[in-house]
């Protein structure tokens, strides 16, 4: 590509792997080389007089994406970025504050003010909604007991689950199982 230019974009919303895919497909088919991808961030190298700025924008914000500027904003979606690989991918020894921490390299309660300002909700209500999901997603998958799932999601006994289950969706967990089909909310709309 004659008189490249290689650039970085932060993107708000790109929180599961088909949101990569999704990307990485439409970005390349406009003419960009997509160099990295990973969840929250693109780089990509491209010719500005054959791939206007414009036709980058249109890819993300056609596909419920956002780009993100500002660096709070930035740090705000790293923290949920990795609350979700937390909830989905941790086994849960070290505390949700002590991970954050350890990721993003910043104190727990910046983390925790910026994420509140920038979604008006705190850090430990969306990991509740998180878990909530995960644990649906879990009982229909129908491969795991109530108390392997209770574990797997870092409850230390599955009393604790049920009460937070049902104080959340309503339901008992045999209840949502014997309803036969699905009422998770997708965790980007969460």
């Not at 007089?49 to 790293?78: Q, W």
């Not at 949920?80 to 954050?100: A, E, G, M, T």
């Not at 045999?174 to 997708?186: A, D, F, Q, V």
Request: with cysteine.
């Amino acid at each position: 590509m004659g008189s490249s230019i290689t650039k970085e974009f932060r993107v708000k919303g790109m929180i599961c792997s088909r949101c990569l895919k999704v990307l990485n497909s439409e970005l390349s088919a406009i003419g960009a080389e997509v160099l990295q991808i990973e969840l929250g961030k693109f780089v990509i190298k491209y010719n500005p007089r054959l791939v206007k700025k414009s036709h980058i924008l249109k890819v993300v914000l056609e596909n419920e994406f956002e780009l993100i500027y500002d660096e709070t904003k930035v740090l705000a979606e790293s923290t949920k970025q990795c609350v979700i690989r937390y909830v989905w991918d941790s086994d849960h020894r070290v505390k949700l504050s002590q991970y954050l921490v350890r990721r993003l390299n910043y104190k727990y309660s910046y983390l925790s003010g910026i994420f509140t300002k920038t979604y008006n909700l705190s850090i430990e209500r969306y990991f509740i909604l998180l878990k909530i999901e995960r644990i649906k997603e879990l009982i229909e998958n129908g491969q795991l007991s109530f108390s392997e799932v209770a574990y797997k999601v870092g409850y230390q006994n599955l009393s604790a689950l049920s009460r937070q289950f049902k104080i959340e969706t309503g339901m008992t967990m045999k209840e949502y199982k014997n309803l036969g089909r699905s009422l998770r909310t997708p965790i980007d709309k969460i």
